[in-house]
């Protein structure tokens, strides 16, 4: 997935996130139909959390290179 999709699906997972807790707090919901809202926000959060700590781990390969000459292209699937 390429870091502008993996940007886009990020959002696309916060906003169906906050869809979600919008629903749960509604109390509209069945208990069933609650539990697969649970189910699915614990799964989109840890992708979020997933595509966060991919981010934070780019942002300190380049603070340790900070002269700019010798930055490196972050590879998640190299540096995870």
Do not use: Y
Request: aromatic letters at 4%; hydrophobic letters at 35%; charged letters at 30%.
């Amino acid at each position: 997935m390429s870091r502008k999709t993996s940007a886009r699906h990020f959002e696309d997972n916060i906003n169906e996130l906050d869809n979600l807790v919008v629903q749960l707090e509604s109390n509209q919901l069945s208990l069933e139909d609650a539990l697969k809202a649970f189910e699915k926000g614990v799964k989109l959060s840890q992708e979020c959390q997933l595509v966060l700590t991919q981010a934070e781990q780019k942002v300190q390969i380049l603070l340790e290179k900070q002269d700019g000459e010798h930055l490196e292209p972050f590879d998640p699937e190299v540096n995870s």
